[in-house]
């Protein structure tokens, strides 16, 4: 956790840590951060892009609550854009494995394999995201 309560990014904006550190300026005692707490932070550090970080808390959350979709996914997604691809690709298969027809997985997947320097396989990825697409618009964020 950030130690400087008043800490804010280059923007102006607070860091991600500052709220969450608000939040436990007036309890009594320690307690332990819950899932869902640890679930927020992480996606304050993702916005924040300090994915590095958020991938940290996401593992984590992954471990504890497995059958969710949402925190693998951007799980996956810290480490895409933390150039981390290999624990990237795990992730995703492990989504599209369980969610097959997730066309965002599909996507990520295709670009991670690109990233890679696997293009071939990543083309089949691309398409069978697109075929899951429905018409939305297909960008990497």
Do not use: C
């Amino acid at each position: 956790m950030i130690d400087n309560f008043n800490s804010y990014q280059p923007d102006g904006e607070p860091t991600a840590d500052r709220w969450v550190t608000a939040l436990s300026l007036f309890d009594d005692k320690e307690r332990e951060e819950t899932t869902a707490e640890r679930w927020e932070r992480a996606g304050l550090y993702f916005e924040a892009k300090q994915y590095a970080e958020a991938a940290r808390l996401l593992v984590q959350v992954v471990e504890e609550a497995p059958e969710q979709t949402a925190p693998r996914l951007l799980l996956a997604r810290a480490y895409y854009h933390s150039a981390q691809l290999g624990r990237a690709e795990e992730q995703l298969r492990e989504v599209i494995a369980r969610d097959p027809v997730e066309h965002y997985a599909h996507l990520m997947l295709g670009r991670t394999l690109q990233r890679q320097g696997r293009a071939e396989e990543a083309g089949t990825w691309l398409r069978m995201a697109e075929a899951f697409s429905t018409g939305q618009a297909l960008e990497l964020d």
